[in-house]
């Protein structure tokens, strides 16, 4: 009787451990995390996530910890009908989370960091936009995502491009920044500055 206690109590100590070293293994399997997150922006946006480059994710378990997320060539497909392959294109981008505040209704990103990076925006002679990400039947589960109040506490760009082609357009419009940078303040204003190209005239915040 005795030895049944002690090997139930062995694997209830022992099954916690077994799993935590699983979580970070997989946390170090950079090919499965990949995966995951290509499954999740399929499933959320039906645009294809791919990260040709490094991916890790260092997990803050306690409440105000941060969570980072670190990727290298980052590249998000367009819509179909859109004139370039890809949404967006970034060789380095940083995201650091309050990965508690997802659990809540203020889901809050501490800091979005991305450099070398390029945005194609671009409306069709429908009115279609290739920034509306919305996949078909709405779920219970995006219901929930819209009435997060998400809150983005630092941005920071550096050499990107935003290009914005539509039917109107002679020409694409074309936004280069050299550098950006916001900070949100405790009551909700953005404060920042940012330098860089409107067309042909130059931008300085």
């Known amino acids: 009787m005795r030895r049944k206690i002690l090997i139930t109590l062995f694997i209830l100590l022992g099954l916690p451990a077994t799993i935590m070293a ?10 499965f995390l990949k ?36 990727a290298q060539d980052v590249r998000l497909s367009n819509a179909g009908w859109a004139p370039e392959p890809y949404f967006t294109q970034i060789d380095r981008l940083g995201v650091s989370l309050d990965l ?18 390029r945005l194609a925006l671009a409306e069709d002679n429908s009115g279609a936009q290739n920034w509306d990400f919305s ?23 550096a050499n990107c491009q935003i290009t914005h082609v539509a039917p109107d357009r002679s020409e694409p419009l074309v936004i280069s920044i050299s550098e950006l940078s916001l900070q949100r303040s405790e009551t909700g204003n953005y404060s920042g500055q940012a330098s860089g190209q409107l067309a042909d005239l130059p931008l300085s915040v």
């Open 100 to 117: 508690w505040s997802f659990f809540g209704d203020s889901p809050v990103i501490s800091s979005l960091e991305a450099e070398n990076c």
């Open 135 to 157: 996949t078909g039947a709405v779920t219970d589960e995006d219901t929930a995502a819209k009435r997060k109040h998400y809150q983005l506490s630092q941005l920071q760009l």
């Open 35 to 70: 995966r995951q997150v290509q499954e999740l922006v399929l499933s959320h946006t039906g645009r294809t996530l791919e990260v040709a480059g490094s991916l890790s994710v260092t997990l803050g378990l306690t409440p105000g910890s941060s969570t980072r997320i670190d």
């Open 22 to 31: 699983i979580g970070w293994y997989l946390l170090g399997n950079e090919a």
